[in-house]
């Protein structure tokens, strides 16, 4: 395990190297008391563990920013510190001065989590899932993995998880968050319960064996997932691969409309998801059209029927799903199915929203009835 020590006082870093050799089995890259010089030799060696003054915090946001997986032990002469180092996800904390024995179970811990951590790859994937409702799922194929039962502590936790999915490709400031989650707090207070909401975060992820960490730096925090798949991103990265809708690509599209379980985070209500729900549910209306249109061009009605009754299922209000349930029915010669659809679409509207149907739908349906006489 190769380390590297930073402290602003000789004496105690001279000591815990000392304490360090003796234990054996460990290559010490550098003592350092200056910060600047250190980062310099973590952006080089990328060490496996940082031995870390508590007056070091700034240094090991930047570290984190750097070099995510590194393991950071903060060395303290106050206990009050711990809540601050395990806020920054350190994975342990040894009170100064430094015992020989409490270091070395601190070593030893390490080298077990070390010793486990490369199996995380070797079991069963996990994956993030986000449509309907926030869950998580073992296995490695989205729509088809099994669902992993998860008890969340707080709701506030579960809701902070998930802001922290949506923003994963950005950090997001701390401050921030306060106003968002903890308007009522005072500063003291709402840090605390971030740093708290964090913690069951970071517990939750590991006692799932998961490799996504929460990363805090620079007055944020930031989602890593590291490889661990989200349903929405992995869905909507292969429907934008996607070539055209022929013969031979239909059964992907097909897929993708099977595995859209539901609006983002729908069942959540989180006023923040409205945006990205809404754009989600453009993409799936969107490729819900190209499908039943090539399937009516095809004269694939059994298919199209299906695929309409779902989407009502899925989006009772959508009035695409209803026009084109009319335009297959119509071609089938299923009069009275028509109608059924026209007046069905027409309730819906008048219960939820008090109008009618619009005028394009309007239109096509007073000319098929001329057609009829």
């Known amino acids: 395990m190769r380390i590297i020590l930073v402290d602003d006082e000789p004496l105690a870093l001279a000591y815990l190297e000392k304490l360090l050799v003796e234990i054996g089995g460990l290559t010490i890259i550098g003592s ?6 250190a980062i310099q030799s973590v952006i080089q060696h990328k060490p ?3 031995f870390l003054d508590i007056n070091g915090i700034d240094f090991a946001e930047q570290v984190q920013s750097i070099l995510p997986e590194v393991h950071i032990v903060f060395i303290t002469a106050y206990d009050e510190y711990a809540v601050k180092a395990f806020e920054l996800n350190a994975i342990d904390y040894v009170m100064k001065p430094v015992q020989r024995d409490r270091l070395n179970r601190t ?6 989590r070390k010793t486990v951590e490369p199996l995380r790859s070797q079991t069963d994937s996990k994956i993030i899932s986000c449509f309907q409702t926030l869950h998580f799922q073992k296995g490695s194929e989205i729509g088809k993995a099994e669902p992993i039962d998860v008890n969340w502590r707080t709701a506030k936790a579960r809701e902070l998880f998930a802001y922290l999915v949506q923003h994963r490709k950005q950090p997001v400031r701390k401050d921030v968050l306060l106003e968002f989650f903890w308007p009522e707090s005072d500063v003291k207070k709402g840090y605390a319960q971030l740093y708290s909401a964090i913690y069951q975060i970071r517990k939750m992820l590991d006692s799932l064996q998961m490799n996504s960490t929460v990363v805090s730096f620079d007055k944020s925090y930031k989602l890593h997932l590291n490889g661990t798949k989200l349903d929405v991103e ?3 990265r292969e429907l934008r691969q996607l070539p055209n809708i022929t013969e031979d690509t239909l ?4 897929r993708l409309l099977e595995t859209y379980k539901g609006d983002y985070l729908a069942e959540e209500a989180y006023l923040w998801a409205e945006n990205e729900r809404e754009r989600l549910r453009t993409l799936y209306h969107s490729t819900f059209n190209k499908v039943t249109t090539y399937y009516l061009e095809c004269g694939y ?3 199209a029927i299906t695929l309409c009754q779902r989407v009502q299922t899925l989006h009772p209000l959508m009035e695409t799903s209803y026009f084109l349930l009319m335009q297959v029915y119509a071609k089938m010669g299923d009069n009275h199915s028509v109608k059924s659809q026209y007046e069905k679409l027409n309730h819906v509207l008048e ?6 149907t619009s005028d ?4 096509w349906y007073n000319e098929w009835k001329k057609q009829l006489q």
């Open 32 to 37: 350092y008391t200056n910060p600047n010089q």
């Open 48 to 50: 496996d563990l940082i």
């Open 107 to 112: 070593i030893n811990r390490i080298t077990d």
């Open 234 to 236: 992995e869905w909507e």
């Open 251 to 254: 059964p992907s599209y097909r």
């Open 301 to 303: 009605y059994t298919d």
């Open 351 to 356: 219960a939820e929203y008090g109008i009618h």
């Open 360 to 363: 394009s739908i309007e239109n």
